[in-house]
């Protein structure tokens, strides 16, 4: 019976599907690569993103557009390396909102759209003011529901969440979360007859450390030492006491939307014909009063948000697409955000755009030879400037870009066998050292 089953499972990997899949594309906000359980961690559970990995794919080797969130939404939406992308930091736009992305950027919501989708994204989006041409109704989405502003974004308990275009008021007590997750869970339940492309940059778990208190109660019981520690994040309330307990609630709550995701698509008859995906921004952060270190949030690795060591950068990454993805399996294909646009782009089976930086990784998805990357690319201009490039197993970084120019020193890591990047063979590896310099020059 066994054989059977693997036979029949390995038959339906290479099978027409009849139809467009679904697409849903889940993306954290400042979860470490630790932070899931199915990649360690060990002081909370996250039993249904578990499932993602039980009953699809795991990727290792999967990294952020950026290390920030605005840049990383900007590699997502336009495939293309903070090198090439528009947005490469969080610049703000006053009162509301943050730099938009050109009017004439073709987003992977727009091609998904003229590939006969409809398209919805609910959650955090950062990527251009109300009314502007960064705008999501104008980047390609039907429909928007959650912050468009990334400040808006610090607290859990707002006064205001954009409906589309129109600013809708609410009372500071309601967790947003919950609204975003029900507008999009009620968008799905609409397409359940066409082909679909939902985007959830959810907030969860990005400081403030808020979350309703019958969740944060069973971790305050967990990790009493914390009890006298208040999170502040800037002037947004309430402060959050016990941050420890509030982010392992927040990962809870979290689960449990993952969870309703999956047994709505399987109430709708969707699952055979639906890619969930779920990765996260950027590393951990250190803000509200979160503990990355005491969680294990980077899984081990060197770095926090806003660094290009792997900690800030690597991100967790699953797939499921029942009777397509072989359940339980691990890849350790090297791969970005700026993938995910090829990807989507044959998912939908339409043209790729010319000039994108990514590589559609649907062969790894489903089991055939994989094209690979010569080099992963990053650049951010905050905190001093700094730049890094991954070349197999090669990690080269380059930081101080501001006060020390273009000649900074390198610092250069095998990945083979130092992840935690403690030893820097720079004198050892000219070779290397060489072909980065001339990454980093051709690569912005």
Known sequence: ??????????????????AKPNIV?????????????????????????????SEGMRFTDHYAGSTVCAPTRSVLMTGLHTGHTPSRGNKEVQPVGQHP??????????????????????GKWGLGNPGSEGDPLNQGFDRFYGYNCQRNAHTYYPTWLFDDKEKVALDG???????????????IREQRDKPFFAFF????????????????????KKFPQFEDKIGKYGKNKPFASNPAAQFAGMMTVLDDGIGQILNLLAELDLDGNTIVMLSSDNGPHREGGHMPDFFNSGGGLRGYKRDLYEGGIRAPMLARWPGRIQPGTTT?????????????????ETDIPPKLDGISFVPTLLGKPQPAHEALYWE?????GKRAVRMGKWKV?????????????????????DRTEKTNLVASQPEVAERARKIFKESH
Not at 173 to 187: C, P, S, V
Not at 202 to 215: G, L, Q
């Open 380 to 384: 951010f201009h905050e905190r001093g």
């Open 1 to 18: 019976m066994r054989i059977l089953l693997t036979l029949l499972a390995t038959l339906a990997l290479t099978l027409p599907s009849g």
């Open 397 to 417: 970084i380059q930081n101080d870009l501001k006060k020390k120019g273009p000649d900074a020193p390198l610092e250069i890591y095998d990945l083979s066998k």
């Open 332 to 348: 350790n294909h090297i791969s970005a955000h700026w993938d995910l646009f090829p990807t989507f782009c044959e998912l939908a």
């Open 25 to 53: 594309y889940i993306l954290l906000d400042d979860a470490g690569y630790g932070d899931l359980s199915c990649y360690g961690q060990t002081k909370f559970s996250t039993p249904n993103i578990d499932r993602l990995a």
């Open 101 to 122: 992305l050109p009017g004439d950027t073709f987003t992977i919501a727009k091609a998904l759209r003229e590939a006969g989708y409809t398209t919805g994204a609910f």
């Open 173 to 187: 007590e309601t967790y947003a979360h919950d609204l975003i997750m029900e507008q999009g869970l009620a968008w």
């Open 201 to 220: 940059p959810v907030t969860i778990p990005h400081a403030a450390m808020h979350v309703p208190e019958k969740h944060a109660a069973p971790f305050r």
